[in-house]
């Protein structure tokens, strides 16, 4: 189903997303699709996600026209429509050229590049008004996991992201609980781990949305593989998975997006 502006988007779960990073330019963006579309069959009981870099977002989205299975979201936006913010898109460009769906917070963005819950929420917002769907990402480090501080720093990081919206009953949010520690190290967390913090996740987001949010996919990240993607998948609560280093090659890619 193609995301409408204004009304709520469906991503039949689970959720599987692939996060690229600074990885697969355009001539490699096309190649990986062709492939990817070549073996993968529309499939109606789960939805992939493909975040390329921005460049590439055109090529992704030009490829996959037609598949409503499959979305392509950005990796980034500013919060302002245009001005002078030399290097950075907005969210208006970013749906012109194909994406309708945003990544904000990934922990990359706000532990190497500084960015700050405030300006997390600025960036759902943007997304909010150019009627993007957008994946909020929230986790821990592992000092503040040592500290017991796990919950109340996610919890945090999911009112702020969200203090800015204007019509929690029409937004497209899905959430990515994201462990900073997990994050290309190769580490997981436990399965029964991941379960209850998104059980956590899942009970702040009734207390703001209400019932809706039963119905919005909380996906797990970091160190995910084609090894121990269907475990995490089958842990209660984990309604999708966010793939970084695993989902840059075709090959491992489609036999995560395969996972039963
Ligand atoms: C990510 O980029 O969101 C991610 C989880 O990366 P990796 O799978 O490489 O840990």
Redesign the pocket.
Known sequence: MADRPGGPATFPRPVLAA?W?MNNGPAQAKSFVDAFLQEYAARNDRTIVVFPPALSLPAVAAGVRGRTDIRVGTQNIHWAQKGAFTGEISAEMARDAGASLVLVG?SERRHVFGETDDMCAKKCAAAERAGLAFMLCVGETLEQREAGATESVVLGQLEAGLSGLRDLSTVNLLLAY?PVW???TGLNAKPGDASAIHALLRSKLHDIVGERAAAIPILY????NDGNARVLLAAPEVDGL?????SVEVASWLRISGVP
């Open positions: 996060n990073k990934h994201e997990a994050i290309g990240g970091g160190s995910v966010l793939v970084g280093g695993a």
